[in-house]
């Protein structure tokens, strides 16, 4: 995997600070709600890559420079996981650290027709760290059936809660 070198890969752990970086809100005279660019938002494809605007926040890559999908995720066989027998095949994907606001579903499919979703919960991420800038995340995926095995990765906002307030 070979990361398309963009700036700003650190430094943004939330969406919000990241959009407004790239996409910045505007303040209309006399509005006292900026008005928020629509190219921003996180379902968004502006550079046309296919890879929404969430992914490019995950990913470190640039939302207006379209980047390889596959720089940043694949399959691959790992060996030597800690209790595991063998070798075992992975899905991997890279992402800027200390995020504090995605969760991740990795979308499994041999036909392209099918999907088998699973929510990936940090405890079953392998993580290893500095690779250009990001952590290289790996899960443990089944072998399929026939030779093909097709992975999409879906990332979701959390929402912001509320400030606990002690009472
Ligand atoms: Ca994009």
Do not use: C
Request: proline content about 8%; overall charge negative.
């Amino acid at each position: 995997m070979e990361p398309n070198g963009t700036p700003g890969t650190g430094g943004f752990t939330v969406y919000g600070d990241w959009q407004e970086h790239y996409f910045p809100s505007t303040i209309v005279g006399g509005e006292e709600e900026p008005i928020i660019d629509p190219l921003g938002l996180s379902d968004a494809d502006p550079d046309g890559d296919e890879l929404p605007n969430l992914l490019e926040y995950v990913f470190g890559s640039h939302p207006l420079r379209p980047s390889e999908k596959t720089n940043f995720m694949n399959f691959a066989t790992m060996a030597e996981i800690e209790g595991a027998d063998g070798p075992q095949l992975v899905f991997q994907f890279l992402r800027r650290p200390d995020m504090e606001d995605v969760t991740y579903a990795v979308d499994l499919s041999e036909d392209l027709k099918t999907w088998a979703l699973s929510e990936l919960m940090e405890e079953d991420l392998l993580l290893e760290a500095n690779i250009s800038n990001r952590e290289r995340a790996s899960v443990i995926v089944m072998p399929p059936d026939s030779s093909n095995l097709y992975g999409r990765l879906q990332a979701t906002l959390l929402e912001m809660k509320d400030p606990v307030v002690e009472e």
